[in-house]
């Protein structure tokens, strides 16, 4: 869907300065995305590469490329940056960074230069990461489990925690930047149930990061001192107590999980409702979710360690509290079905990305079920079922909800289209390529195959290849958005706001200029509030009269009709 | 490289037809419940997932944009629905987790007569010591039929038994003992995993528990034998001197250990603690951590000075000291067979070596001793 006649603004925040201190000392939150955009990709790719290689070595259940320690290094990096340096700043410092003051019609964030100094923190802590790799890895795993990380590794351990650590202060001050600037800053009439979903799901994902992460920093720092100083405190040979590690690092990790998800359930919400031009059902339901998700997660990160000699007591309490959080994901999926419901949907590529994004989700999400509960974990516990499972979170989840945002919103950060059949091309190049490299690992996890080993036994190989093979379709289907969303900054057809959206985004130009609005905007309607066509007659009586919302007097069960 | 050959039939002649496994290998009494409960949920999560894929491509086909300003039709769909999606999805939940738990809680203690087997946990390797003596590396040979406990430790990192074929996981925790258990189901030979990452060789920490049929079991037993856990940690206790304060006396300056496994201790702090392995181990390594009330802080700690094998066999023995410590002394094999045919003859198909600890005192010492001794040989034999 192609605009005629539009073309670019004179003065975008783009073009209104020039020069590399233009965006080296920039306070603009645009320009700060982007420069977000441009760090997590290079880890995006450098995480990836060491997936092929681990991929690669797994194609024989011998070790044929690299060493154990070799390899044990790879998916220690690959989990560490595609982590804490792709997955966590991803949607929240890129597009987040981008459009919140957007939508919700501000000049900029709270707090501009804390913005700009997140973006800093974030790179020095990238630093070291890539300081680790150049100098010969770590071989920990990106859980750091004690006491291996802190007395018996043998690679850079401290290193690696404090860029953890580093990065873990960009994640916090970019939350708290988030949550004065939705309180603060919304524009007039703007209500707290008129913002998009997707400020909803920012919100709750900037509580996470504010509240969780400062346990991981205090974590990461107890295993440098004890590596370092030899203070006792995870490892029971100097009197500490290596479960307690694992007890402070989920008490993080798990509600990190949300911090990936979260934002990617907030671009869906937005997607499904730009392709359908629809209001989301149940949208008081969709955005309560995303903070009942937030909560929620502060209590389950037992369930990582119901082997782990933590009490069985305490096992069931996390099992229970476990399904609970399944039940506002679930709530998601079924609205976002729901609204499809004689929506007017295209298939342009963001849509394609949503709709993928919601099989993955769902079936990645069910899984989570299987491991949250005590009996089956006992088998699937560290399996290759485990693997699947976060895998379809995160990058089914995650990523797909990263790469359909960036498609929706390219014209808008940039006034030009990427070429749509290569993003349709690609966004089913990754569907393929996703299904293949994962599914069969729910086999092989159910089968016994531990994950973390660079050798295995023989009857896991046909499933391994599979996978192989899947992951360098995966791989094609990343490069390619990368190539292509490079073209369109030159050759890209203008666009202004191509979906025909409502949103306060796109009320401003494309690219927006560097003050967002030239007027300040006043909302006086909902989000998503889509003009509508009246029901085509299913029936002879089925036109009705009848308000606007539903009253429980039609809510009889079946589908109603209202005009 | 050790990697694991020697497959289940099961998995060999698919591997031959060149079939992908889909499912594992079934070998123990838990593993039918586990995979119960997976189908069920398999079943379930099939059928939503189903469901919500089909609408979607249903909606996503009757609902598309036919002309370019087509809107979106006038919709009106119950806000019931809500709470319906809510609720009975939250009931499904709670099956599972019902289910869950019951699996776990069912297979969370071992049975009183399990068969006792020490797991050492070290990079890289799996060491198991049965009661009897014999030591097994990277191997376990265990009898079908008869529930086995594994009471766990690392030398080193955290380590986890995994064997898919029981389906039972169990971390192995640096000095700290955990337990896991299983009844094998049927005999064969059976990937054993390492699965909590460990290090350079993670992925080789692998071996394989053998089960074999009782009478097989009792012949591997009596050739592998060289003196039972309990006999060593005996041995260990008086080159250690323990007995110099552990005497047994009204005067003596340690507590009196015969009988103390299982049983309450009162501390100098007021506090009570059960006397269990975990307790055991911690009191031989840091003796001033829990002091036993009525006694002084001057047992030095032996952390660091003993293997987890030395600390497993010292374990032993005070947990199958009988009442009195002179129960235990009579090592030499000429004294041991008079009690033993008490305890041993109307279970003969029990291997030797796991009476239980409330037997009448003086059993325990003959009867752990016995493959060491050559008259209980014969005896041993017999069943076959």
């Known amino acids: ?563 | 490289m050790r990697l694991v050959t020697t497959m289940t039939t099961n998995s060999d002649w698919m591997a031959a037809l060149g079939w992908i496994p889909l499912f594992p290998e079934r070998a123990s009494a838990n593993a039918a419940n586990v995979d119960a409960l997976y189908f069920f949920m398999l079943a379930v999560c099939g059928v939503v997932s189903i469901l919500v894929v089909s609408l979607i491509f249903y909606f996503a086909v009757k609902y598309r944009r036919r002309t370019p300003d087509q809107l979106a039709e006038e919709a009106h769909v119950p806000i019931a629905l809500e709470w319906a999606w809510i609720i009975i999805p939250s009931l499904f939940f709670m099956s599972f987790f019902g289910w869950g738990a019951f699996v776990y809680f069912k297979d969370a203690k071992a049975p009183e007569d399990a068969l006792e087997i020490a797991c050492t946990g070290r990079q890289w390797m799996w060491k198991f010591q049965h009661p009897d003596g014999q030591r097994e590396i990277n191997t376990l040979h265990i009898p079908v039929g008869k529930p086995v406990k594994l009471v766990m430790v690392s030398e080193d990192v955290i380590h986890s038994m995994f064997v898919p074929a029981f389906r039972i996981h169990m971390d192995v925790v640096p000095k700290r003992y955990t337990e896991v258990w299983f009844q094998a189901t049927k005999p064969g030979t059976y990937h054993m995993f390492c699965s909590q990452y460990c290090g350079t060789e993670h992925a080789n920490m692998v071996g394989s528990v053998i089960v074999l049929e009782p009478h097989e079991y009792q012949n591997w037993l009596s050739g592998a034998a060289t003196g039972s856990l309990a006999l060593r940690g005996e041995a260990l206790f008086n080159k250690l001197a323990c007995n110099g304060c552990h005497t047994g006396d009204a005067e003596a300056r340690g507590p009196y250990l015969p009988g103390l496994y299982g049983r309450n201790v009162q501390l100098t702090t007021g506090e009570v603690v059960v006397a269990d392995e975990n307790y055991l181990r911690e009191s031989i390594i840091k003796p001033g951590a829990k002091i036993a009330a009525g006694y002084d802080n001057i047992m030095p700690g032996y952390d660091g000075q003993l293997t987890e094998e030395e600390i497993i066999e010292l374990v032993a023995y005070i947990k199958h000291l009988g009442k009195k410590y002179t129960q235990f002394e009579p090592v030499a094999p000429p004294t041991a067979p008079a009690p033993r045919p008490a305890g041993q003859n109307p279970d003969q198909t029990l291997p030797t070596g796991t009476v239980k600890p409330t037997q009448a005192p003086g059993v325990m010492s003959p009867a752990a001793s016995s493959t060491s001794a050559p008259s209980a040989e014969g005896t041993t034999r017999k069943p076959n």
């Open chain 1, 1 to 563: 869907m192609i605009e005629e006649n539009v073309s670019l603004p004179r003065i975008h925040y783009l073009n209104s300065h020039y020069g590399w201190k233009s965006w080296l000392f920039t306070t603009d939150h645009k320009r700060i995305g982007l420069l977000y955009m441009v760090s997590i990709t290079l880890m995006f790719f450098l995480g990836g590469f060491f997936a092929l290689l681990i991929r690669l070595e797994l194609l024989t259940p011998q070790a044929d490329l690299f060493t154990a320690d070799t390899y044990n290094k790879f998916f220690t990096l690959h989990g560490v940056i595609l982590i804490f340096f792709f997955l966590v700043p991803s949607i929240p410092a890129t597009l987040g960074n981008f459009l919140i003051p957007l939508m919700i019609g501000a000049k900029d964030v709270a707090f501009p230069k804390l913005n700009l100094l997140s973006w800093y923190i974030f790179v020095i802590g990238s630093l070291f990461t890539l300081w680790v790799v150049a100098v010969g890895g770590i071989d920990t795993g990106w859980t750091f489990y004690t006491p291996y990380s802190t007395t018996f590794a043998n690679t850079h351990v401290i290193a690696a925690t404090l860029g953890v650590f580093f990065t873990g202060f960009s994640s916090i001050l970019t939350g708290l930047n988030f949550i004065v600037t939705i309180h603060k800053m919304r524009a007039p009439g703007l209500t707290w149930f008129r913002l998009p979903l997707f400020i909803w799901s920012m919100y709750a994902t900037s509580i996470i990061q504010v509240l969780a992460t400062p346990v991981l920093g205090i974590t990461m720092v107890l295993v440098a001192a004890e590596r370092f100083a030899k203070v006792g405190i995870f490892d029971p040979a100097l009197g500490g107590d290596p479960v307690l590690f694992q007890h402070m690092f989920w008490f993080y990790s798990h509600p990190a999980v949300y911090i990936m998800i979260l934002p990617s359930l907030g671009v869906v919400s937005e997607l499904i409702s730009a392709f359908t031009w629809k209001r989301v059902f149940g949208y008081k339901f969709v955005a309560v979710s995303s903070l009942m998700i937030a909560i929620f997660s502060f209590i389950v990160w037992g369930h990582h360690m119901y082997v782990s000699s933590m009490s069985i007591y305490a096992g069931m309490l996390f099992s229970i509290l476990s399904y609970l959080v399944a039940v506002p994901s679930a709530v998601k999926v079924f609205n976002w079905t729901a609204t499809l419901y004689k929506g007017s949907i295209s298939y342009d590529t963001p849509m394609l990305y949503a709709l993928g994004f919601i099989g993955l989700f769902t079936i990645g999400g069910l899984t989570g079920l299987f491991l949250a509960s005590m009996g089956l974990d006992r088998h699937l516990h560290d399996t290759y079922f485990v693997i699947a499972h976060f895998h379809l979170i995160m990058v089914g989840g995650a990523v797909m909800g990263y790469f359909g945002g960036l498609h929706y919103w390219w014209p808008k950060m940039f006034g030009r289209m990427y070429p749509e059949w290569w993003g349709r091309l690609s966004a089913l190049i990754l569907f393929v390529g996703f299904n293949l490299s994962f599914f069969p690992m729910f086999i092989i996890g159910y089968l016994g195959m531990p994950r973390r080993y660079h050798v295995y036994a023989p009857e896991f190989q046909v499933l391994n290849v599979m996978s192989t093979a899947g992951s360098s379709i995966l791989g094609v289907g990343y490069l390619l958005p990368l190539v292509y969303f490079i073209w369109s900054l030159r050759y890209g057809k203008v666009a202004s706001n191509p979906w025909r959206a409502k949103g306060l985004e796109w009320e401003t130009t494309s690219p927006p200029p560097p003050e967002n609005f030239l007027e300040q905007p006043i909302v006086t309607e909902e989000a998503y509030n889509y003009p509508t066509r009246p029901a085509q007659p299913a029936k002879p009586t089925g036109k009705l009269t009848g308000g606007l919302h539903p009253s429980p007097a039609t809510a009889t069960g079946r589908e109603a009709q209202v005009v």
